[in-house]
């Protein structure tokens, strides 16, 4: 399987912060790598597909970069609604796996 | 628009099997290239992808599960349902059903069900 690591676990943040969060695969996935966020006793909610693409109706201010095994999630200035899980997801080859998870907390 | 609604026990005893239903509304299970997919999360954990279905009955399955689990679709009901069979505490969690669609060429889970939690308990 593909491990996927993301890092930090966990970060605090003001409103209005630009904040990145990273994902790292064991082995190169190409663009095949979306971006999720949660919020509590909710669904994961698709914000970023194929590494950059901006899932329809997503705040611009989320951004996704990368390709082969380096990717990254920016979120360029920090709403109220954004503190949430963050988590990638590699979709190049099954079984699908996802990273641990980025706690995003409000400073 | 399409909305998923999973359905389920809540609560299964151990060694026995876990059954869940995932009702897709709002479109045909039939229509389009979609993949139809369970994924499971343990409280305060990240997400394990289960395994997926297309509407004619095409299967993928996560390896570390494959010898328990059966993921089944009903097309004349708009359903796909998942079965664990020989459960244990390890298969308590939030369970989602979701579509997985094709994306700029890639796939991704765009719909995601409310999610249902099952909890393993004698």
């Known amino acids: 399987d593909i491990q996927m690591t993301q890092s930090p676990s966990s970060l605090s943040a003001s409103v209005g912060d630009r904040v990145t969060i990273t994902c790292r695969a064991s082995?190169?996935?190409?663009?095949?790598l979306n971006w999720y966020q949660q919020k509590p006793g909710k669904a994961p909610r698709l914000l970023i597909y194929a590494a950059s693409s901006l899932q329809s109706g997503v705040p611009s201010r989320f951004s996704g970069s990368g390709s082969g095994t380096d990717f990254t999630l920016a979120i360029s200035s920090l709403q109220p609604e954004d503190f949430a899980s963050y988590y990638c997801?590699?979709?190049?080859?099954?079984?699908?796996?996802f990273g641990q998870g980025t706690k995003l907390e409000i400073k | 628009q399409v909305q998923l609604q999973e359905s389920g026990p809540g609560l299964v005893k151990p060694s026995q099997t876990l059954s869940l239903t995932c009702t897709v509304s709002?479109?045909?299970?039939?229509?389009?290239?979609?993949?139809w997919s369970w994924i499971r999360q343990p409280a305060g954990k990240g997400l394990e992808w289960i395994g997926r279905i297309d509407a004619s009955g095409s299967t993928d399955y996560n390896p570390s599960l494959k010898s328990r689990v059966t993921i089944s679709v009903d097309t004349s009901k708009n359903q796909f349902s998942l079965k664990v069979n020989s459960v244990t505490a390890a298969d308590t969690a939030v369970y989602y059903c979701?579509?997985?669609?094709?994306?700029?060429?890639?796939?991704?889970?765009?719909?995601w069900g409310q999610g249902t939690m099952i909890t393993v308990s004698s």
């Open positions: 979701a579509r997985e669609g094709l994306w700029g060429g890639h796939d991704a889970s765009d719909i």
């Open positions: 709002g479109g045909s299970i039939t229509g389009g290239r979609y993949f």
């Open positions: 082995q190169s996935i190409t663009i095949n």
């Open positions: 997801q590699q979709t190049y080859t099954t079984p699908y796996t």
